[in-house]
């Protein structure tokens, strides 16, 4: 029953792909990094065993549903040798038209950041979820991998707004050695979530969902949406939730914990569509304004769907000018053989919309044609029936085979001579057309293609040079307390306290305050408690002290602000003028003094400005401080 022995499959994305047809009395153990797919679609494992002693072993079924594998094979698999439990020690996931099961536990660890490029420096670690509040690993991150089975959000702010990116390891662990600028040392949230391997092929529908789940299962698609957020991801079926109108259903609806993309308004170019909220057309302007909302979800963004590709086109420029995050665009298609005569002509105009925008597409809605249309047809109901067929067999030609379309859910709620899917007088009586035949046994590929995403555009702004910053020299714990406005934010990478020094009129580091990067979150004045001895201490022995902040942005712009003075107490200019020159007695202060001095009784200065270590007759040693 084996299509070739495990071990001498193919390699893929690293890991080895070995298949079988099915398991027929065969107790299998994979203890290494390996798919290992099982291609059968019914009686896939008899009195058989799979063992998943390595978290990097996954089994795919091929042609099992999820549904059908968690009540039929599962309780013949075992994860280091204990029962599989869908969601406990493992994870029974959608995987194009089957299922994929492997080792899983909602503790593990989805995602390792690193402070320094090439996964160097302090570690991170994050598991599935909303990570909002990121502690040290704030504004640090330099480099990431995210492991396979999930995707996250990246963004600047902890809400979520501000320059945000979508990462997804599908097929192997995301590596990422080092971040774009606009993410270095600015990642304030990681938003992560469960991936889902579904096709293309999808279904909408109005129905409940238990008559989606029958539908979806007739006719083998992986995904589905319902112009609303009433439902849910289901075992075989992922679920896109969408924010049809402008005003509903409401943004915290959409963010639900099992999906991984959302959908925009339902056709904002026509009017009868929002009669209910307000009553003509959104324009495009009006729809990009909507877009940042959605990124508090973490979730992929669709725009909105229109049935015009210049409405979609125009709203995608006011998104990039504005640096708005969409990640996919929304389109429905009802182009009869007077709009798109042939699959050629589908392709060319799909790819123009494709090329103008920049971005995978979503045909949410398509057919051929529509009752709305000039679409002609035969007479007869079995030419009806054929002529469908054969133009649905055309239009699939063309998206299973176009990268750049995404995903697809055929419209079925039209003249019953178009649906995939029907009944005759009793609606529980569902039958698939053979229009849906062709729809059914289409396999298409993974749905998601890294290769035909739209890096978020993002700038950096201006150098900002409204920075302030005041200090005090307390001697009570012998502490330094600047109080810095720095309105530069993430945007900055070094954060620098520098002092004049009094006898070269040269500015010094005094201090790097660029450690601690969660501070630059915010723009509000913040004060900070710093010991002296952190600081150079060469500093410390005047006085007065002069200090001024140099700000260094990512992008490499620099600004200081004007010089601010303080004076430092006498016995913080004593103690370390006496921790410098290791002599442990009182510093005398004279203004000026015209003598010549024997530091080691055999040899002679003149004294100079500063301060002098004075022999004394009797071999003892004083300090004199020549102001």
Known sequence: Y?????????????????????????NVTLNTAVDYHILAANNAMTNST????????????????????????LPSIKINGKAAKDNSNCRVAIYLQGAVVYPYSANDIALYGY????????????????????????NELNSFILKRGYMVCLSTNSDGSGYSRIYVA?????????????????????????????????????EGQGAINAEGKQLGTTWYYTWSADKSTQTDMEYVPMQGHLYWPSLSSLNQSNATCLLSFNEPDHSEQHSDDCGKTISEWTACTKMPSYQASGLRIGSPSPTDDGWLKNFIGHCDDMSYRVDFVAFHAYWGTNEASNSDAWWSKLNSIYKSTGRPI????????????????????????????????????????????????????????????????????????PCGEVYRDTHPSHAYKESMQKVPVGWFPGIKKDNSITFTVKSAGRTFNPTIINNNGDFTLKEEIEYLDQETKAWKLFYDNSAGRSKFVSTAERTSSIKLDNTDIEALTTPTLTLRLHITTLNGGETYT?????????????????KITGISTPVATEESIDAVYSPSGTESGTLKKGINIIRNADGTSRKVLIK
């Not at 192997?172 to 270095?184: G, H």
């Not at 067929?389 to 176009?402: C, E, F, G, T």
Request: charged residues 25%; hydrophobic residues 35%; proline residues 4%.
């Open 562 to 578: 004007d010089a601010v003075t303080a004076d430092v107490p006498s016995y913080i200019v004593n103690y370390y003028t006496n």
């Open 2 to 26: 084996f299509a070739y022995k495990p071990g001498e499959g193919t390699v893929e994305k690293g890991k080895m792909n070995p298949a079988a047809i099915k398991l027929v009395g065969s």
């Open 362 to 433: 979503w045909l949410t809605e398509w057919n051929n044609g529509a009752s709305w249309t000039t679409e002609s047809w035969p007479s007869s109901y079995g030419d009806k029936l054929t002529k469908q067929k054969n133009a649905i067999k055309s239009i699939l030609s063309v998206l299973d085979n176009a990268d750049f379309i995404e995903r697809y859910s055929l419209y079925n709620w039209d003249t019953y001579y178009r649906a995939a899917i029907t009944w005759d007088g009793d609606k529980n009586s569902w039958w698939v057309t």
């Open 115 to 138: 402070s320094g490029e090439m996964f160097s420096g302090n570690e991170y670690t994050f598991k599935l979820g909303e990570n909002s509040s990121m502690g040290d690993a704030t």
């Open 50 to 73: 799979i063992n998943l002693t390595s978290p990097d072993s996954w089994i795919i079924f091929e042609n099992v549903r999820p549904s059908d594998v968690i009540s039929q094979y």
């Open 170 to 206: 599908d097929h192997e662990d995301k590596k990422i050695d080092v971040l774009p600028d606009l993410l270095k040392n600015r990642i304030s949230r990681a938003f992560i979530r469960k991936w889902n391997w579904v096709s293309k092929k999808g279904w909408c529908s109005t």
